[in-house]
């Protein structure tokens, strides 16, 4: 039967309107006045809420298979489902094996199978010479690839160098996908370390002097310098400081196919206001200062900054190391999939951006990356129904039990935030309501 989703403010590519969002077996079929529908359509009514397009996350680590203790396709999914995700984009580490070769894409579909709340695809790897398996992983479905120019910090994934990147350049190109890059050169990272021989780890300017702004910047020269040389895609992930934007916008000025995106923990976050101790915040590259924050802010106004990705990254929680508080030890990483879209929201209300800002960087944007934007990151005919019913007025207070991942940690937690999922709607069904998932698992791969 066909439905109709009906709002006064629905955030379709061309801006707001009322309109009644027509929908045939999980796609869009069109638009309608809400006069105009048909009596025989099921009706879901969002009243003064808006309808956005389903959340699209491209830097999610759902490390499974091999690393389920962690997180896992089971709960990563049901967390994003509650954060109003309808499709996330897996990264190639984190699990075991890493997704390197056509085999462990495979073992990946495998370990996916029937326990995904929404939808997922995958990125490949650049690791450890596997060129060879670059074109073949780019034929079987993986979305790009992803690499680290400085230790990624977990067995089962190697940094590359400019050497490896040499050799599987020019494979990339030929796919045609993008190339994602974590980008810290370990120069600067080691000559930091090297001043710190004595530093106190529990104390947050201690991990934040350890990765400083120029292992991001001369990385990112270096990435540029390839991205011409080879004339392919290239997509910075989790951009942390803003002294790599003059870079960035000359990138684009000489046409270069480059894309940056930065974090939710960026946005909100800043160093002077995290206390000694609280490992919860740290990730890599860190949470930099407040003008800094506000210098992204301004790059995404700009449009130097294409996207917003939450970089979930969880661990259990004796890896954060909570009672030494040590940053050196700790894991770095921040999950957020089910609080992302408030936490920017949040910060989106107080320096006038718009709901199709919004849509644009969480949506439209990452999807084009992708590759899937012909079904996903749009309200608009032929994709699929994807929706998240959102109440961008309510006040909210982060609490552990609506974190809904594999261990509810967060350095989120407590904050009081602007906006609330009331429902999220996968290919016409709800996959989330009122803090419950009803239905059967029907997310799937995204070929």
């Known amino acids: 039967m066909a439905q109709a989703f009906i709002s006064q403010r629905v955030v379709m590519p061309g801006g707001i309107c009322s309109a009644a969002v027509m929908v045939e077996e999980g796609t869009i079929t069109g638009l309608l006045d809400a006069a105009a529908v048909p009596l025989d359509c099921t009706i879901v009514d969002c009243g003064g809420y808006v309808l956005l397009p389903g959340l699209v996350d491209a830097h999610t680590h759902i490390n499974e298979p091999g690393r389920s203790e962690w997180e896992g396709f089971e709960t990563a999914t049901r967390a994003a489902a509650a954060g109003g995700f309808t499709t996330l984009i897996d990264m190639p580490l984190n699990c075991l094996p890493a ?18 709340t929404v939808d997922w695809c995958a990125w490949g790897g650049v690791s450890e010479y596997n060129a060879l398996h670059l074109e073949p992983l780019a034929a079987d479905g993986v979305r790009g690839f992803k690499c680290f120019l400085a230790e990624p910090g977990i067995d089962g994934f190697a940094r590359v160098d400019e050497a490896e990147l040499h050799v599987a350049a020019p494979h990339i190109a030929r796919t045609g996908l993008p190339l994602l890059t974590h980008a810290e050169l370990p120069g600067p990272l080691e000559s930091a370390a090297a001043t710190l021989a004595q530093a106190d780890w529990r104390r947050y300017a201690s991990w934040l002097a350890s990765r400083p702004d120029e292992a991001e910047v001369e990385a990112i020269r270096l990435m540029l310098r390839l991205c011409e040389e080879y004339g392919f895609r290239l997509h910075i992930v989790h951009l942390a400081t803003a002294k790599a934007l003059p870079d960035l916008r000359r990138a684009r000025e000489k046409g270069l196919l480059v894309t940056v995106e930065t974090c939710p923990h960026y946005l ?116 699929d129904a994807d929706f998240v019913i959102f109440d961008p007025d309510a006040e909210i207070e982060i609490t552990n039990d609506v974190l809904h991942t594999r261990h509810a940690i967060s350095p989120y937690v407590g904050e009081k935030l602007r906006g609330k999922v009331v429902s999220t709607w996968l290919r016409g069904k709800c996959v989330f309501e009122n803090g419950s998932f009803p239905g059967v698992r029907e997310g799937v791969e995204v070929r």
């Open 99 to 116: 997704t390197t070769t056509v085999d462990a894409l495979e073992e990946k579909r495998a370990a996916a199978k029937d326990k995904c």
């Open 268 to 383: 909100h976050f800043a160093a002077e206001t995290i206390p000694d101790g609280s490992t919860l915040h740290k990730c890599a590259p860190p949470i930099r200062s407040a003008a800094n924050r506000e210098a992204l802010w301004e790059a995404l106004r700009e449009g130097v900054i294409d996207l917003i990705a939450t970089d979930h990254s969880p661990c259990p929680p004796v890896w954060k190391r909570p009672d030494e508080g040590n940053f050196q030890n700790a894991w770095g990483g921040i999950a957020s999939l089910s609080v992302a879209l408030p936490v920017v929201w949040s910060g989106m209300i107080s320096r006038g951006f718009s709901l199709c800002d919004l849509a644009r960087w969480m949506n439209a944007k990452p999807a084009a990356l992708a590759g899937i934007e012909h079904r996903k990151g749009a309200i608009a005919e032929g994709r």
